[in-house]
Structures are given as C-alpha cells and as structure tokens.
C-alpha cells in the first residue's frame, strides 16, 4: 500500500475528514455531503479504535437523538458493492443506530486501501480518546506499512517525539499488564511509570491492589528500583567476621576517620582511609609521613 502524501498532513487531512473551514473546503464539502441509510455502511476492520465505551455511546446516542448528528461520517465505496466503508466517524455511526437514526449525513472520499488507513489511525489519534494501547498501536501501524518516522508521525498527530517513542514502548509491556490499560484499571500515566520498571507485573498488582495515583506509582517505582539497588550492593559485599569490624571500629575512633578493612584472605587486603574535608587530608598525609 502507497504512503499518503505529506500535503495529505496537517490541513490536508481536516480537509478528508471534513475539519477544514476554509471557504474552498467548505464548498467542496457541500458538493460532496449525502443522506445515506445507515445500513448501507460498514466499519473498517483497520479502525485503530476497538473498545467503543456504552456509557459513551449512549451519552452520544442521546445528543444525536436530541440534536441530530451534526458533524458527517466519511465514507468510501467498497469496489463491486452498493455500500460504503467508513473512514471516519465509527463512533458516530454506531450512536446514530442506538438513537434509532435511519438516515445520516456522509461525505464519500475516492481512498485507497491504504489511504483510508492512514486517514482513520491519524483521525483517531487526534480527535478521540483511545485508550493507551490503542494509541500505541496505531503509531506502530503507521511506522510500520507506511514509514513514517517517529518525528514525522508526531508532527502528523500533534503530539511530542518522546510522547510517540514513550507510547510505543507500552507495546513491549507483558500482556498481563497490557489487558489492565485496556480494560482501565490502568491509565496511560500508570503505564508510563510501568515501561521503566523491571518487574511491571508486580507493579501494575501492586498499583491496582493499593488503588494508587500516577505520582504514587510513580514513588513506588523509585523506591523500589531504589530498594533493589541496595540489595544489590549489598549481596556483591563479601561478609566481614566480628574481627574485621572490631578492627574497624578501633580504627575509626584513633584516627577520627572512617576506616574500611577489606580482608581477601591469606594474609591480603586493604585499608580504606575515607576523609571529607582537605584538613582531614592534610592530617592524614602528615600522619604517614612521620610514619
């Protein structure tokens, strides 16, 4: 499938999906609108938007009932058939058919298979709220069969490069932590605290369990990426016997200076002298010296 071209960006695209308010756009548009039944439509396999929300739904539902639907849905022939695709406005659609509409009104675009793809990810991204996955997903997509770059497709979207790139690692989390986003029990801010941690099972139970805000989550990930830090430290240190730190302790108060003993065995080590100011240097150098 053919990229669209980079005019299809930006302008170009509020002008497929009916978002351009520029006289010449609006002229074209009006050349173009129709009344179709609605069940003459279908929508796209490709649409990046899976999960449609019934409160959602049926908030639309009732505006399109009271209000009538006023923004178009549009569409695209299906080769061979009297119906049509949807590009942009599944959501619309499928409220317009619980507010028991039978007529809606649409705007027929000549598109390519891969033109409507591209067209319906970029369209949800920036006008809907799709969960984080679905966000993530639609990005790998058009990275994918339509090489945009990560600055390119941000650009496209409105959005920052680290906030695509951030959204994109969510695509590398366990599918245990992804099925919590998608139902959310998680949001895209819990999600972001998830990526950087090596144990993001453990974290998401942990958020989930204690009912935790993005910040808190965001706490317990330093303070346990802390906390296994130290443990760390601490299992690469040899354990030092009752000797080695009575020694110790003798050391540091002769000298007034923390002293560490390393013992390596058979009769090998090291003394570790440790000072936190320059006269402490001072007096250590002196005292060897007249050593």
């Known amino acids: 499938m053919s990229a669209l071209p980079k005019r299809r960006l930006g302008r170009g695209l509020a002008a497929l999906i009916g978002d351009d308010t520029s006289e010449e756009s609006v002229v074209?548009?009006?050349?173009?609108?129709?009344?179709?039944?609605?069940?003459?439509?279908r929508g796209s396999p490709n649409n990046p938007r899976k999960n449609f929300g019934e409160e959602e739904l049926d908030d639309l539902a009732r505006s399109i009932a009271?209000?009538?639907?006023?923004?178009?849905?549009?569409?695209?022939?299906?080769?061979?058939?009297?119906?049509?695709?949807?590009?942009?406005?599944?959501?619309?659609?499928?409220?317009?058919?619980?507010?028991?509409?039978?007529?809606?009104?649409v705007l027929i675009r000549e598109l390519s298979d891969g033109e409507a793809l591209e067209v319906?990810?970029?369209e949800n991204v920036q006008r809907t709220d799709l969960n984080a996955l679905e966000e993530a997903r639609g990005y790998a997509q058009l990275i994918e069969q339509f090489g945009?770059?990560?600055?390119r497709l941000a650009e496209a979207v409105g959005k920052s490069r680290s906030h695509v790139a951030n959204s994109l690692r969510l695509l590398n989390l366990p599918e245990s932590v992804r099925a919590y986003i998608e139902s959310g029990q998680l949001t895209a801010g819990h999600a972001r605290a998830l990526v950087a941690s090596d144990a993001p099972g453990k974290l998401a139970d942990k958020i989930i369990a204690l009912g935790l805000t993005v910040r808190e989550a965001e706490q317990l990930h330093r303070d346990t990426q802390a906390g296994e830090s130290e443990v760390k430290r601490?299992?690469?240190?040899?354990?030092?016997?009752?000797d080695v730190l009575a020694l110790e302790r003798q050391l540091t108060e002769t000298t007034g200076l923390r002293v560490e003993v390393a013992d390596k065995g058979?009769?090998?080590?090291?003394?570790?002298?440790?000072?936190?100011?320059?006269?402490?240097?001072?007096?250590?150098?002196?005292?060897l010296s007249r050593g």
């Open 66 to 105: 009271d209000k009538g639907l006023l923004q178009p849905i549009v569409v695209r022939p299906l080769p061979g058939t009297s119906r049509y695709e949807i590009v942009a406005g599944e959501r619309r659609w499928r409220a317009a058919q619980r507010a028991g509409v039978h007529d809606v009104p």
């Open 28 to 41: 074209q548009d009006a050349r173009h609108l129709r009344h179709m039944p609605i069940e003459s439509m």
């Open 234 to 242: 601490a299992k690469g240190k040899p354990v030092k016997s009752t």
């Open 120 to 122: 319906a990810l970029i």
């Open 148 to 151: 945009h770059t990560q600055q």
């Open 266 to 287: 058979k009769g090998r080590g090291q003394v570790v002298l440790k000072y936190k100011t320059l006269e402490q240097l001072d007096d250590i150098c002196a005292r």
